[in-house]
């Protein structure tokens, strides 16, 4: 069963509006953390945040949020007031402490284009 | 700190050639592991280890060996390339303590004809 789902696959908007990326999981276990990694058209994979299954306060890091609902299994991520330099491809990603806390499993990745 | 390298960044291969990719961390981190990214389907894990001397089958590890006989170093072998290896391969380490966030080298593209 896929554990990470991104429906998004592309998204475009125009330069300086929100945006909103959807990352639902799936797991059994009770500790799991959550991650968003940023891949520019560069190619690296630039780690953005983590948040463990016990927390679900938001979190807020200048124009980037994150939203945690345990209850609907999401971790979504809003860029606010988009800009070119948040053109890439973004992934969501769980890891799962019972199986060792040692395979990341990552979405399939949505592409964002800030269109200027 | 240069974080994570890996060498090299590009490689043509034809079908039964063998290379290895190295992977180099100085972070003294414990965990390190082996990713393959392909179109449309993320990045999936091939091995990974806990440890100098260790290593562990991922998600996908047909075809692929490794050694981590230095603490700083992960290699990933392909013995007889098949073109179904063409992919891009990243490497990531992570420390043993507790943050499991990975921290990603900057990716080798290998194309097997």
Redesign the interface.
Not at chain 2, 99 to 107: C, D, H, I, R, T
């Given at each position: 069963a896929q554990k990470?789902t991104q429906a998004q696959t592309e998204i475009s908007v125009v330069e300086k509006e929100d945006v909103t990326l959807d990352c639902v999981y799936e797991t059994r276990d009770t500790t799991y953390?959550l991650?968003w990694?940023k891949q520019p058209p560069s190619?690296?994979?630039?780690?953005l945040i983590?948040r463990n299954s016990f927390d679900e306060q938001n979190e807020i890091s200048g124009r980037y949020s994150w939203n945690f609902q345990k209850s609907t299994s999401s971790f979504n991520f809003t860029i606010t007031a988009s800009q070119v330099v948040d053109s890439a491809v973004y992934?969501c990603a769980l890891?799962e402490r019972q199986t060792?806390?040692?395979?990341?499993f990552?979405?399939?990745?949505t592409r964002l284009t800030v269109i200027p | 700190n240069a974080g994570v390298t890996q060498t090299p960044k590009f490689r043509v291969l034809k079908t039964g050639q063998s290379m290895t990719l190295l992977c180099a961390q100085d972070m003294n981190h414990e965990?390190m592991?082996w990713y393959r990214q392909d179109p449309?389907?993320?990045?999936?894990?091939i091995h990974?280890s806990?440890g100098e001397g260790t290593t562990?089958k991922?998600?996908v590890p047909d075809g692929y060996n490794v050694s981590r006989l230095k603490k700083q170093n992960f290699l990933l072998g392909l013995e007889s390339a098949a073109p179904s290896q063409t992919s891009?391969y990243?490497c990531?380490s992570r420390t043993g303590t507790g943050?499991?966030?990975?921290?990603?080298?900057?990716?080798t593209r290998l194309t097997v004809t």
């Open positions: 990470v953390y991650f990694y190619g690296e994979l630039v780690f983590r992934f890891i060792g806390a040692n395979n990341l990552f979405g399939t990745g | 965990y592991y449309g389907m993320g990045l999936r894990l990974y806990v562990a991922g998600e891009v990243f990531a943050a499991y966030e990975q921290y990603f080298g900057p990716g």
